[in-house]
């Protein structure tokens, strides 16, 4: 019996590592795109109605994240022509 | 194609049968979860799953070499009627856990519809236990652990990064993450699974002598081939979506997202490094994962539980009823035809019984799908330990096989419908089919 382990350990590496990557990458765009509570400012006493929007520089990060994932899929799809 | 016997037209369809089984049974692998969290409308998402099914078809001209990769030895002249009856054998175990509404592996059905029609035609020395190992029960018990951590972990971040924002605000995002990631599932799921399609055909053309060997698929099959799974995918397993998207646990949009992801990654990963794994068991695997690592969330063992048993049961009850039909196809021309008609009895005694209780594209989400009886346990580190409700199922499962070889094996005036219909309480406790096993087995060891 000859079981692969190293090609499963291989799966298991790239897999764990490349899902947790994309997540992560995909959700820091989500929150550079969305709104920050508005607790943020809530120490100094001045109540601020709703939300703060995004930064600019948290807005280009967030395309920039986007960007990568699209660059991921488009390997994925790469890969399953291929 | 005036040389195509009867034969080879009879394996031809139903290699497309099986096609279009695997489709609507694999719908659920890429849309549960795009369904349950509302990332799609259900009939949007078959709609997309579908195309892109059939795209996929379309996509990759390196057919399977060989239909069963190695586990069946197909050098030694592997005879039309063996491929027929595997995958007779492998279209009603596909229309059973349908029925049940469980996730099981297409693949793993068709290996173990021809691993049981070698068996009974050519004898042991045609099955390779090595690569049964390799490729079918490594895999499965490696998938759903491998798909299982790489979710957990990626919800728990994913939930970490984004804790302090405002759920409704971010839904959106996630949603559209979701359907990419669905959408490489499904293309890489047409790419595959209508491959393999169009290798049972293509070795069926070669043994009938219609074309030569080792050439490619001609264009009508690699077309029909893509519709069949297309229009599979499009019908939709409604009972195994609703199963995969509310049923093991409640998806959140950012669980959906990290289960999907996880999912089209696992599988890209494995096929691409050689180590291919069932997309089933992947994708039930990282919703369980993603079930698990979000806060609160529960995994609802008694389902999981019962979807490893369709799993661990896969290979061996499509083998008997591949075996049996191998039997009667063995016999000549009029041992198919009646194979053909016992199949489409049992094909339609299935259908019938899913009547009973119909879920479709209106009912897909509805919430009390399952008993409340099993085991709920709270989110633990332990990914793919059912407690022991588990082994308790695994008896009761175990004693229910004989209930698959009776659509075919029976004659037609035996308990067919009775038999199917019984089975048809969909996720409800094993409890059921029990009894009915005992009522069925009686009649079915007769006949066979």
Known sequence: MNIDWAALGQVFGVSLVVTV???????????????????????????????????????????????????AVAYGIYLIVA | MEHITLLIGIVIITALVFDFTNGFHDTANAMATTISTGALRPKTAVAMSAVLNLVGAFLSVEVAKTISGGIVDEGSGIQ??????????????????????????????????????????????????????????????????????????ATRLTYRIARDRDPQDTAKGYRAGQIASAALVSLAHGTNDAQKTMGVITLALVTGGVVAPASDPPMWVIVSAGVAIALGTYLGGWRIIRTMGKGLTDIQPPQGFAAQTGAATVILASSHLGFALSTTQVCSGSVMGSGLGRKGGVVRWSTAGRMVIAWGLTLPAAGLVAGAAALLADQGNWGVAMVAVLAAIACGAIWVASRRQPIDHTNVNDTNVNDTSGAESAAGPSVLAPPSTGAALAQSATEAVPVTTTPVAAPVAAPVPSAAIAAAPIPATPTPVTPATAAATAPAKATV
């Open chain 1, 21 to 71: 990557a994309m997540v992560g990458v995909f959700t820091l765009g989500i929150v550079g795109t969305s709104a920050k509570p508005s607790r943020s400012g809530a120490g100094s006493g001045t109540v601020t109605a709703g939300a703060t929007g995004p930064s600019a520089l948290g807005r280009s990060g967030a395309y920039l994240c986007f960007a990568l994932c699209a660059a």
């Open chain 2, 80 to 153: 039309p009627e063996v491929i027929f009856a595997g995958l007779v054998g492998a279209i009603v175990w596909n229309l059973l856990t349908w029925l049940a509404g469980l996730p099981s592996s297409s693949s793993h059905a068709l290996f173990g519809g021809l691993i049981g029609a070698t068996l009974v035609s050519v004898g042991m020395d045609g099955v390779n236990g090595d690569a049964v190992v390799m490729k079918v029960l490594i895999p499965a018990v490696a998938a759903p652990l491998v798909a299982g951590i790489a979710a957990l972990v």
